[in-house]
Structure formats: C-alpha cells, structure tokens
C-alpha cells in the first residue's frame, strides 16, 4: 500500500535537473511531496490534486497522472539546498485526509 | 506563529516504561496526525484527529499505544508499556481542514533501552 519512489537516492552535481517518481498501486485523489533534511522534520513543498494542474515551488515543479497512479517531481537547476530526502504522500480515499507516505529519495547535490 | 511545537525532544527510557509525548499544535488548525519515523518503515501515520476527535487509528502499531486530543492545542501520544522496538523519531503535524498542508513539529526522537 505504500507509495514506491524511485530512484531510491540519486547525486547531483549543482545545476543539474532530477526527477523523482512516485507510483502507487491504488487509485490516487491527491499527492504531497516533502522535504526532510537531516535531523529536520519534513517541510511540505506542493500538493497535486486529482483533476489539476502541474504545480512548481521555486525551481521545482510536480507532475500527477491518475491513468498511470504516478506522481513526479522535478528539480531543476538544482542548488545545494535541495539536498534532503523527499517523500510523496498519496491520499487513497478522498476527503479523507489520510495520507500514506512513500519509501522516500535521498538527494545528494555536490558543489 | 511559533509551529508546531513537541516536547520532549529527546527521550531515552527503559524498557517496561511509560512515555508520554506532547504535541500543541499551530493555533486555528483543526487536524492533529501523529506519525513515527524509521529507518525501516519510513513515516508511517499513527492516528490522526478532526476538531479533537480520533477520526483514524488503524495505524497504531497495538494496543501499548494511546492518544488523546482533550481540546484544540494539545494532544498527547502514550505508549505503555514502553518496548525496545518502539525506538523512533514520532512526529506531530496539524493542518487546516481547508487548506490541507501540513506542518510537521520537530519531532521527538525515542529510545528504549
């Protein structure tokens, strides 16, 4: 039931773009994505809702396509800041606000 | 707003004993969710509440596990008795109904012994 994210981790080097995946094997109604540095508690970045659209936060836009149950984040131009662990929260029953949240991508960007 | 606040930051305790960890979440949110962090499993939801009341618990791991919500700014997470196995770092985030973002607390990081 869990989200799947992939990759798992990924290094960058400044500058370079990223995209991180986040598949579910239910039908999905909304999706969060965060933020965890080490040691810190997980910063939201954006949610997608089902129906809408693409949704950017700084240099860092989000993608959901309910026909593949997948959601993906995209980094680009990535800054030193972006180092962290982020995780998708998918909502499986609408209105619910019951968020399950995935296996998580640790991203490492190098000056 | 000060966030979400936790108190203890950091709790070490021995096995058999009662924890208890306290979440006072941001003022005018209506949703309270508690969420323990591992290694292992990643960040699993516990329970969460709507204006005080448990609305989901299905995520508490047995029955050693309680919470409580008494009124709008606080809410406490009691495990008892304690277990080696519950070692983790346990997060408070409260939202607005409306709104939908969370906010995570900076979390209490558990040690049984």
């Known amino acids: 039931q869990q989200p799947v994210q992939s990759p798992q981790a990924v290094i960058l080097r400044e500058g370079e773009d990223a995209v991180i995946n986040c598949s579910s094997s239910?039908?999905?109604?909304?999706v969060h994505w965060y933020r965890q540095k080490h040691g810190e508690a997980p910063v939201f970045l954006m949610i997608?809702?089902?129906?809408?659209e693409q949704m950017r936060h700084e240099k860092i836009s989000a993608s959901f396509n309910e026909k593949k149950q997948q959601s993906s984040l995209y980094l680009t131009a990535s800054q030193l800041s972006y180092s962290g662990t982020y995780f998708c929260?998918?909502?499986?029953?609408?209105?619910?606000?019951?968020?399950?949240f995935g296996t998580g991508t640790r991203l490492k960007v190098l000056a | 707003d000060a966030g979400v606040i936790q108190s203890p930051r950091h709790e070490v305790t021995e096995m058999g004993q009662e924890v208890t960890l306290r979440c006072k979440p941001i003022?005018?949110?209506?949703?309270l969710f508690w969420y323990r962090q591992t290694m292992m499993r990643g960040l699993e939801l516990l329970i969460y509440?709507?204006?005080?009341?448990?609305?989901?618990d299905s995520g508490m791991p047995e029955d050693r596990f309680s919470a409580k919500m008494p009124n709008a700014s606080f809410s406490t997470l009691k495990i008892q008795p304690s277990e080696p196995r519950d070692s983790a770092v346990y997060f408070c985030?409260?939202?607005?109904?409306?709104?939908?973002?969370?906010?995570f607390g900076p979390g209490t990081r558990l040690t049984v012994l």
């Open positions: 985030a409260s939202s607005d109904l409306h709104i939908d973002t969370q906010y």
């Open positions: 239910k039908a999905l109604y909304s």
């Open positions: 997608l809702l089902k129906g809408g």
């Open positions: 929260g998918t909502e499986i029953i609408p209105g619910t606000y019951k968020y399950i």
């Open positions: 003022s005018g949110h209506n949703s």
């Open positions: 509440f709507n204006n005080n009341v448990p609305i989901d």
